[in-house]
């Protein structure tokens, strides 16, 4: 049976709402990220401090760490980055110190240079030290900031570069992000990871664009796998991984090495979505069986690339606590002539100028050649007449 008519197709809209729903109805994938990697990400847990700060007695101010009233007689000289003991100072003591150096135990205030003389010290031959102080004055006292243990970003802050400074400060390596996993698995007796195509072969065009589509939402993304279109090993890396989401490529049609539908029917999973009214990309699917989730995805490249945008995507940033990456907000007025399909969405690839979409051309279904040069898809609901403005789907 050839044609485009699936049982239970939903609107465009629909599916992309069905799929951030679903995600935010999963429970919370959580992953320690190093700081390095964690910028973007949505905190799962809060964060406190593991020291306090300053975590040790500095001074605020390049000067003399002084105690007790003066004239302080000048004992020694401090840099920061000094470590290990450190002599106390006594009262009517000084030493030369820089701004971040540990003070000496025994340190009532800073008195910087600018307020500071330093003449000879006729008592002991060296030197001393006079001056105002306000006592307490120019020391950053250890834990005034934060106290540790102290709660300093709470599960759901979007971590920016100021959390991964203050993370840092707080002696943290890594951070707890809502970061769901995610399995990709290219199928097809025909597809081929390097070299030229022709005569039968085709080279993985969807493997190449899926991990970056993945990241972009939130995701951690797990080694890309590439099958045959061997129904058991297709199986196996469906419902055998630890993954939060198995995103599959291909076999989501209706041929006779289209076995994805059949094996979640015998794993028993439910289905969300099972066809979207769109074009292209309508044979797509997402499914739930326990907390793991499986998108399939259809094998023409560019009708892949419009499904990841309207299933992966909304699923992805709602497990990691995103807003859908894809989304631009207002509308735009399309150049060109566009025709609308009577019954489904269309999405045509357009580049952004200002307010107005034009049409790149080249988006047939087995195509990404318009998707590489585009911004966006525009998003052309059924029916439509012309003229209005639209909304855009924005691309990665
Ligand atoms: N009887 C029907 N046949 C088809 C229907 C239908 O409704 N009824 N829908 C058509 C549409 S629309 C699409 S889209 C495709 C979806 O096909 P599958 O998801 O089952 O994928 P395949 O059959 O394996 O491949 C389709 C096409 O894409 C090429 N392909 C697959 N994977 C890749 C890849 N990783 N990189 C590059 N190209 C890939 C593959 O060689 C085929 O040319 O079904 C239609 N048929
Ligand atoms: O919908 Mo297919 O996904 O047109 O190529």
Request: glycine share 20%.
């Given at each position: 049976?050839?044609?485009?008519?699936?049982?239970?197709?939903?609107?465009?809209?629909?599916?992309?709402?069905?799929?951030?729903?679903?995600?935010?109805?999963l429970p919370v994938p959580v992953r320690d990220l190093p700081l390095e990697r964690a910028a973007g990400g949505v905190l799962a847990r809060d964060v406190h401090a593991l020291v306090g700060l300053p975590a040790f007695d500095?001074?605020?101010?390049?000067?003399?760490?002084?105690?007790?009233?003066?004239?302080?007689?000048?004992?020694?000289?401090?840099?920061?980055?000094?470590?290990?003991p450190c002599q106390a100072l006594a009262p009517?003591?000084?030493?030369?110190?820089a701004t971040g150096a540990r003070v000496p135990k025994g340190t009532e205030s800073v008195l910087p240079y600018e307020r500071a003389r330093v003449e000879p010290?006729?008592?002991?031959?060296?030197?001393?030290?006079?001056?105002e102080v306000e006592r307490g004055r120019h020391v950053r006292w250890s834990g005034e900031e934060t106290a540790p243990g102290e709660t300093v970003l709470t599960s759901g802050h979007r971590v920016g570069p100021a959390s991964l400074g203050i993370a840092a400060s707080l002696g943290h390596e890594t951070l707890p992000l809502r970061t769901p996993t995610v399995t990709i698995v290219v199928t097809g007796d025909e597809i081929t990871r390097s070299g030229l195509p022709g005569d039968g072969r085709v080279r993985d065009a969807i493997g190449p664009i899926l991990p970056g589509v993945a990241s972009w939402a939130g995701a951690h993304v797990e080694p890309l796998r590439h099958l045959g279109d061997d129904r058991a090993e297709l199986a196996e890396a469906m419902t055998g991984g630890g993954a939060d989401v198995v995103v599959v490529c291909g076999s989501s049609s209706k041929g006779p090495a289209d076995h994805v539908r059949s094996i979640l029917a015998e794993a028993g999973a439910d289905t969300v979505v099972d066809g979207v009214r769109c074009r292209p990309g309508h044979p797509q699917l997402l499914a739930r069986s326990g907390d793991q989730v499986v998108v399939g995805l259809?094998?023409?490249?560019?009708a892949a690339m419009v499904a990841a945008l309207t299933l992966f995507t909304p699923l992805v940033s709602a497990l990691a606590g995103r807003q859908d990456p894809a989304r631009v907000e207002g509308r735009f007025t399309v150049d060109g002539e566009v025709g609308a399909h009577p019954?489904?969405?269309?999405?045509?690839?357009v580049c952004v100028e200002e307010d107005r979409a034009v049409p790149v051309g080249h988006d047939r279904p087995g195509s990404l050649r318009g998707a590489a040069l585009a911004d966006a898809y525009a998003v052309i609901p059924p029916g439509w007449q012309g003229g209005g403005p639209v909304e855009l789907v924005r691309l990665p």
């Open positions: 049976m050839h044609g485009c008519e699936h049982e239970g197709d939903v609107s465009w809209d629909q599916a992309r709402r069905r799929a951030r729903e679903l995600g935010e109805t500095a001074s605020a101010m390049d000067g003399y760490a002084v105690a007790g009233p003066g004239p302080w007689r000048l004992v020694g000289r401090h840099l920061a980055g000094g470590v290990g009517g003591e000084a030493v030369e110190i010290d006729p008592e002991s031959g060296g030197a001393r030290v006079t001056g259809p094998g023409n490249p560019g019954r489904d969405t269309r999405l045509v690839a």
